[in-house]
Each structure stands twice: as structure tokens, then as C-alpha cells.
């Protein structure tokens, strides 16, 4: 195992560097504005959560779905998952509302549950997720807050099990990711609209204060991604004047570079994929499934995260079934 993380790790290296080299768009408005998203999925219901790993992407739509290599679509999981994560090693984390619980899903199937209380209370409404530098586990709760009533939580959990609620009194805390440097954590608020920055807490420490990095407006943002410049691709759920959803592209400065306008009703997030990962998988609602685009940039995989104490192996086994074709 420890020698199949170090391959991963100097990989990751490697594929980050590969990643830097490449030159970034002369013109990012226009850049976006030409890249047209092609439907590559339908799904039985809305979906998000989209993640790619060797070849296959997997995102949730009322269970955890696989399409595979030869676009076939499958039922991977009977759960009910909101937000995917990859580790370096190949296991898929996730963010289940059935068990509920932290789940990890290793390549061979076994599904390991790694949280599922805060302090004497179950865990609810687990959302979106990402991992840190340092293989902190990270992930929002929303907690059926509004604007008005702001109870929502983010929650960090450590490669020793140990689990902390780092921020509360967040306005339906959503999408959120680690920039490829390992400084900050973003956060989606979707009830205000706004983008958050935090600055990585260190050790026991809470987050501290956010700044808001971008205002969104609209009906709010969703989930994110990371290039490999450093700019936080965002989905902009809905917008009114358009009835649709769509990308907004924000600089590592914080302003819109630009907007991929995207053919649904709801955009709820996306990932970078394909072979060498300039391929943008987004999922959608109205209609539901996902959307694909070559975009010309290269995605951030993600930092790898390191392995995590284990509370139990739970008896569920995928049962990976074709699901039928919703046209």
C-alpha cells in the first residue's frame, strides 16, 4: 500500500507539472463563450457530483451511477449520495444521506464507512466534499439553511479519524474545493450568491474569518473545480435572465474570466476528465444528466489525500446493474 501511494504521489507530481507547461487561453471570454457542451448521459433524475477515474465518470442521480468505458450506464451503488471525491489510490469518497455517513468505496468494491456522528449526533445533509494537502477530508452540510435562518456547517475530518466542525452559520454551504497550492478553501454559499475564501486552518483551529472571493448573484453557485492555473470553475446554477445554468470562470483574483452557457435549466457541478483531463463533464437538471465539453484546459486532479482509519466495513456490495435508457 505504501508503495502504491508513492507511485501515486510522484504521478500526481508529474501530471501537475505536465499541467503547469500548458498555455493558458489568449482571450478567456472568448475562449469560453465559443465552447458548446454536448448531452453525454441522460440520467433517471436530477444529478451531480461528478467524478473521473480511469476511463469511467461516476456521479449521483438518486444512487451512485457509473457510465462506463463503452457508455454504457449502470447503477453502481444503492445509496443516496450528494458529492463524489478521488483519492489518489483509486478509492471514491462519498457523501451519503442513506447511511448516513463518509463513505469510501475502494476500487475492489468494499465500502468503508469513516464517519457518521458529530460528537453524540448523527450526521445530516452531507453535501459536497474535497480533500486537502495534507489528506484532510472536508465536506458542507447545509442543514436546511436559508439566508435567514444561516445553519449550515462545514466539517473536517482527519486521517485519524478525528472529526471537527470547523464553520457554522453559512447560508446553504454547498460547492467546495483546496486550490492545487494548498492555501486556501472555497466555499459556495448558494442562499447569498457569493464564492467564500477561507485561509486553511492549522492543527484544532476552526476557519477563520471568510472573505467573499466572488459574488455570483443570481440564484446562486453549486459545485466547483479547479484548473491546472488555479482558477475555480463554478457552476452557476440558474440564471433568470436566461432560464439556464452555466460555468463562470473565476481568476485566482477573483474575477470572471469568463462563462461556458450550458443548455439546461440547472447546472449543479462538474469535473475535469478524459484522457488528459481538458475534458468538462457537468451535471444537470431539466433535463437531467450530464453534459460534455474538450475545453482546452487542463483540470487539477485534486491533491490525493493519504489513507483513513476506517470505523467499519459496511455489508453493502455493488450490485453495478444497466440502467435503462430514459429517452
Not at 476557519?207 to 448573484?217: D, E, N, R
Not at 475534458?279 to 444528466?289: R, S, V, W, Y
Amino acid at each position: 500500500m505504501c508503495a502504491r501511494l508513492l507511485v501515486v504521489a510522484a504521478l500526481s507530481l508529474s501530471a501537475l507539472t505536465t499541467l503547469q507547461a500548458q498555455s493558458p487561453p489568449s482571450n478567456w471570454a472568448t475562449h469560453l463563450a465559443q465552447i458548446v457542451p454536448e448531452r453525454y448521459c441522460q440520467a433517471p433524475s436530477y444529478s451531480e457530483g461528478p467524478i473521473w477515474r480511469d476511463g469511467e465518470l461516476f456521479f449521483c442521480a438518486n444512487g451512485l451511477l457509473r457510465m462506463s468505458r463503452e457508455r454504457r450506464l449502470h447503477r453502481h451503488v444503492s445509496l443516496s449520495p450528494a458529492g463524489l471525491c478521488l483519492k489518489g489510490d483509486g478509492c471514491l469518497l462519498v457523501a451519503d444521506n442513506r447511511t448516513p455517513g463518509l463513505l469510501e468505496i475502494s476500487p475492489e468494491g468494499k465500502i468503508h464507512l469513516l464517519a457518521e456522528r458529530d460528537n453524540d449526533q448523527k450526521l445530516t445533509s452531507l453535501n459536497d466534499l474535497t480533500i486537502d494537502g495534507s489528506g484532510n477530508v472536508y465536506w458542507t452540510d447545509p442543514h436546511h439553511s436559508t439566508r435567514e435562518n444561516p445553519t449550515g456547517r462545514i466539517y473536517r475530518l482527519r486521517p485519524d479519524g478525528r472529526l471537527d466542525r470547523i464553520a457554522d452559520n453559512l447560508a446553504f454551504p454547498n460547492g467546495l474545493e483546496v486550490d492545487p497550492e494548498n492555501r486556501y478553501l472555497y466555499v459556495v454559499e448558494s442562499q447569498t450568491g457569493k464564492v467564500l475564501r477561507y485561509d486553511l486552518p492549522r492543527d484544532d483551529q476552526p476557519l477563520g474569518p471568510a472573505t467573499v472571493f466572488h459574488a455570483l448573484g443570481g440564484t446562486g453557485g453549486d459545485g466547483c473545480a479547479f484548473d491546472s492555473f488555479g482558477n475555480l470553475w463554478v457552476a452557476d446554477f440558474s440564471r433568470p435572465e436566461t432560464r439556464q445554468g452555466r460555468i463562470a470562470v473565476l481568476s485566482p483574483q477573483g474575477q470572471a474570466l469568463g462563462y461556458v452557457q450550458v443548455p439546461a435549466m440547472m447546472v449543479s457541478n462538474l469535473t475535469f476528465g478524459g484522457k488528459d483531463a481538458d475534458e468538462l463533464f457537468i451535471t444537470t437538471g431539466n433535463p437531467a444528466g450530464v453534459f460534455q465539453a474538450r475545453v482546452g484546459v487542463k483540470g487539477f486532479r485534486g491533491h490525493p489525500g493519504k489513507p483513513m482509519r476506517i470505523l467499519r466495513t459496511l455489508d453493502i456490495t455493488p450490485m453495478d446493474e444497466v440502467v435503462p435508457d430514459t429517452k
